[in-house]
C-alpha cells in the first residue's frame, strides 16, 4: 500500500515538472507576446488612438470633424514646480485640483507620465508653451478633440466623453475587451449609435527604453507594431441648412420639428428644442456645461423628437379616416352632424364627407367613425363587441406605428402606447367591462394614445407615399452613399389601400387652404398637405401640433412641428412647418419678415407657468387618482408613472469622472490599472 501511495505521489511530482518545463519551454521560446510583457520594464507599449470618423450631411457638407488638441502629461519624480500658484493660474485649474492630479499621478507611477490636463487647445497651447522650460516633467501629447459646424443638431448627434465605469463594465460582460479606463466613446444619438463604425482601431507601437524611462528606439523593429486604422465616416441624410434654418426658427420654444424625404425615409432635419452647443460638451468644460443643461428645467439634453411624450391629438384622426376607409364603414361621401355626440365642436354643425370632417377637424364625425370601427362586427353583447373591434382596430393602427418603435437609428426611441383590450381590461379590472362609450376619446387622439413626434413626421410620410414608409434613419452611407442595413432601405406597408388616401389627402388640401390652418401657411406654388392637432395638457396651454407633406403629387418633404404650451396648431406650428417646407423645397425663403416674426416668437412664459403649475400638490386630482374612479383618473394616474418612467429612463446620467484618467499610452499588454494602496 505504502509503495503504491510512493509511485503516485513521484509520478504525481514528476507530472508537474513536465508541466512547469512544457509552459517555461512555451513562454521563452514560442510564446512572443509574453516576452513584452516579461520584459516589462525594458519595452513601452504606446497606444495609438485612431482618428474618429468624420460626419458629412448629405451634400456632403462636414458637420462633424476633429481639431488637433494638446493633452498635457506629468512624470512626477521628474516634475518641479516651484511657484505652484502661477502653474495653477497658467493652466487655470485649481490648487486643490494640482494637488489631487499629481497625487493620482504619483499613485499611478513616480516615473511614468501620467495624463494631467487634457485637450488643451492650440491657443491655450501657444499660451503656455514659452513658460514650460520653468517646469521640468510636464511634456505635452497631440490628440484630437470633437468639433462641430454648427449647434443646431446636437441632440442628434450627441457627444463623445470618457467611457463610464458601468458602460466599461457593461462592454466588458458582453465580451467587448476593446474599451479601457479614459477612452473616449459615444454617449448618446448618432455617436452612441454608430460608435462600432465611428470610432476606428488602435494601433500599438512598442519602443525599448532604458532604466532611466528614456525610449531607445523601436522593439525588434517595430515587428509588433500595429498601425491605428481610422474611424469610418458617417454620410447623415440630414440637409444641414435645413436643419439650422429650422433651429433658428425653434428659438425661444421647447418642441420639435422632424422632416423626412417620403421616398427612402431619410430624415432632413431633426431639432430638439431648445438645444445646446455641443462644442462645449466636447472637452475640458464638459463637466460643468453638463451640471447645467442637466439642471435646466427645459430639460436641453433630451432629445424630444425620438423620445418626448404627446397626445396625436386631431392630427390622428388621418389614422381614424383610413382605418375608417380601409374596413368599409365609412365612404368617402359620408357624413356626419353633432346630434348625441358628447364632444365640443366649432366646425358649423355637419361635416358632409370625409374631406370635410377632415378640413373642419369635426370632433363629432371621428366620434361616430370610431363608433363605426368599434362596433362593427356580429358580437350582440356591447361589450364583446367593443373588445373585439378595438383589438383590429389596435392591429390597424399599430402598423402605423403607433405604440412600435420605428427603429429609427438612435438610442432611447420610445413606443409610445396605443390602448389595447388587455390595456382596458387591467384598467376596469376584468373582461367585459367596458364599452365604446368608455373609450371614445381615443377616437380623436385623446386619452391614452401616446406618440413622439418623429411617428407623427412618419405618419405625414406614410400619406405622402399612399400607404407605406421606410424606417426613418439619419445615416444614408457608411463611408459612401447607399452602403446601411437593408432594413433602412425595405418599404413596409400600413396595409391600408392606396386608393383611400385620395379623399384623405383632399381633406388635408381643404385643411391648409380653407380649414383649421392660418392663412399665412399657404404657399402660393406649392400644395401644401396638412393637419392641425392640439395636445390636450392639464396644466397650461395646449401643445400646437401641425403635420404635413409637400408637394401633394412626387411629395419631397413630410413634416411634423410640436411646440409646447403655443396653444391651437394651425396658428403656432403650421406657420414654422410653412417655412421649412419653402426653405427645402425653394432653396430659399422669401417671405422674411414672417421668417423673422416667427424666430422671435417665444412661448417661454408659457411653458414656465405650466411646469410651476404641474409642481404644485394638487389635493383634488390626488384624491380622485387614488380612487381610480374613471378612465379620465386612470389614465391621468398612468401617464404620470409612464412619463415619469420616461422622464428617468431619458435623462442622460451625470458622469462621474471629474479627474482625467491615467492614460493608457504607457501600460505594458494585459496589465489591468491597479492603484497601490497609500497609507
Ligand atoms: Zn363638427
Not at 521560446?29 to 516576452?35: G, P, Q
Not at 495609438?48 to 488637433?68: A, H, W
Not at 498635457?72 to 516634475?79: E, G, N, Q, R
Not at 416668437?601 to 411646469?611: D, E, G, M, P, T
Request: proline share 5%; hydrophobic share 35%; net charge positive.
Amino acid at each position: 500500500m505504502d509503495e503504491i501511495r510512493k509511485r503516485f505521489i513521484q509520478g504525481f511530482i514528476i507530472l508537474i515538472a513536465i508541466l512547469y518545463i512544457g509552459r517555461l519551454f512555451y513562454l521563452q521560446v514560442i510564446d512572443e507576446t509574453y516576452k513584452l510583457d516579461a520584459q516589462n520594464n525594458a519595452i513601452r507599449k504606446i497606444v495609438q488612438v485612431p482618428f474618429r470618423g468624420l460626419i458629412y450631411d448629405r451634400n456632403k457638407k462636414l458637420i462633424v470633424y476633429n481639431t488637433p488638441v494638446y493633452d498635457l502629461y506629468i512624470t512626477p519624480k521628474k516634475a518641479h514646480v516651484q511657484d505652484t500658484l502661477k502653474f495653477c493660474r497658467l493652466f487655470d485649474i485649481t490648487r486643490s485640483e494640482f494637488d489631487s492630479l499629481t497625487h493620482l499621478a504619483r499613485i499611478y507611477s513616480p516615473v511614468r507620465p501620467s495624463l494631467f490636463l487634457r485637450q488643451l487647445s492650440k491657443e491655450e497651447y501657444a499660451r503656455v508653451q514659452d513658460a514650460m522650460v520653468d517646469y521640468p516633467g510636464f511634456s505635452f501629447q497631440i490628440s484630437s478633440l470633437r468639433t462641430y459646424q454648427s449647434k443646431g443638431m446636437a441632440n442628434a448627434l450627441g457627444y463623445v466623453g470618457e467611457i463610464s465605469p458601468e458602460r466599461l463594465l457593461k462592454e466588458q460582460e458582453k465580451g467587448n475587451e476593446y474599451y479601457r479606463q479614459g477612452d473616449y466613446v459615444g454617449v448618446t444619438g448618432l455617436e452612441r449609435f454608430y460608435e462600432d463604425e465611428l470610432r476606428g482601431q488602435r494601433g500599438e507601437k512598442y519602443v525599448m527604453v532604458n532604466s532611466r524611462g528614456v525610449e531607445k528606439g523601436p522593439f525588434k523593429n517595430g515587428e509588433f507594431d500595429r498601425e491605428p486604422v481610422a474611424g469610418k465616416n458617417l454620410i447623415s441624410s440630414v440637409d444641414i441648412a435645413l436643419q439650422d434654418f429650422a433651429d433658428s426658427l425653434m428659438q425661444h420654444k421647447v418642441g420639435s420639428v422632424v422632416a423626412i424625404e417620403p421616398s427612402s425615409g431619410e430624415i432632413l432635419a431633426m431639432v430638439s428644442a431648445p438645444t445646446y452647443d455641443p462644442s462645449k460638451l466636447s472637452g475640458r468644460t464638459f463637466s460643468k456645461y453638463f451640471q447645467t443643461l442637466n439642471l435646466d428645467p427645459l430639460h436641453p439634453l433630451i432629445n424630444r423628437p425620438p423620445s418626448a411624450y404627446y397626445r396625436p391629438g386631431s392630427t390622428f384622426k388621418l389614422i381614424q379616416a383610413l382605418i375608417g376607409l380601409q374596413l368599409g364603414v365609412i365612404s368617402p361621401s359620408t357624413g356626419f352632424g353633432h346630434a348625441g355626440v358628447p364632444m365640443k365642436c366649432h366646425c358649423g354643425g355637419t361635416s358632409s364627407s370625409i374631406q370635410l370632417g377632415i378640413k373642419n377637424s369635426c370632433n363629432p364625425y371621428f366620434y361616430n367613425v370610431f363608433k363605426r370601427i368599434i362596433y362593427n362586427n356580429k358580437e350582440q353583447n356591447l361589450f364583446k363587441k367593443s373588445a373585439v373591434g378595438l383589438q383590429r382596430w389596435n392591429d390597424m393602427a399599430s402598423k402605423f406605428g403607433i405604440g412600435q418603435e420605428l427603429g429609427i437609428d438612435l438610442p432611447n426611441e420610445t413606443k409610445g402606447k396605443l390602448p389595447s383590450v388587455e390595456y382596458y381590461d387591467k384598467v376596469y379590472k376584468g373582461p367585459l367591462r367596458w364599452k365604446f362609450s368608455n373609450i371614445y376619446s381615443v377616437g380623436i387622439g385623446e386619452g391614452e394614445i401616446v406618440i413622439n413626434p418623429l411617428k407623427m413626421a412618419n405618419v405625414a410620410a406614410i400619406i405622402a407615399n399612399r400607404g407605406w414608409y421606410v424606417r426613418p434613419h439619419l445615416v444614408k452611407g457608411i463611408n459612401e452613399a447607399g452602403n446601411i442595413d437593408n432594413k433602412y432601405k425595405e418599404h413596409i406597408s400600413v396595409g391600408i389601400d392606396r386608393r383611400h388616401f385620395e379623399p384623405v389627402i383632399e381633406g388635408m388640401v381643404g385643411a391648409v387652404n380653407a380649414g383649421t390652418v392660418a392663412a399665412e401657411a399657404r404657399l402660393s406654388d406649392i400644395q401644401i398637405c396638412g393637419k392641425t392637432g392640439t395636445s390636450q395638457n392639464k396644466h397650461g396651454q395646449d401643445h400646437a401640433i401641425f403635420i404635413a407633406f409637400a408637394p401633394r403629387e412626387n411629395p419631397k418633404i413630410a413634416i411634423a412641428v410640436f411646440i409646447e404650451n403655443a396653444g391651437f396648431g394651425g396658428t403656432h406650428s403650421a406657420p414654422i412647418a410653412s417655412l421649412c417646407i419653402e426653405k427645402y423645397l425653394k432653396g430659399k425663403v422669401e417671405r422674411k419678415a414672417m421668417e423673422t416674426r416667427w424666430m422671435n416668437k417665444s412661448y417661454l412664459a408659457n411653458v414656465l407657468s405650466a411646469k410651476s403649475a404641474s409642481a404644485k400638490p394638487n389635493k383634488e386630482v390626488k384624491a380622485t387618482v387614488e380612487k381610480d374612479s374613471t378612465i379620465e383618473d386612470y389614465q391621468l394616474r398612468n401617464l404620470k408613472e409612464e412619463l415619469f418612467k420616461l422622464d428617468q429612463a431619458n435623462k442622460p446620467k451625470a458622469p462621474v469622472f471629474k479627474i482625467p484618467m491615467q492614460p493608457q499610452a504607457v501600460l505594458p499588454k494585459n496589465q489591468k490599472i491597479v492603484p497601490k494602496k497609500t497609507h
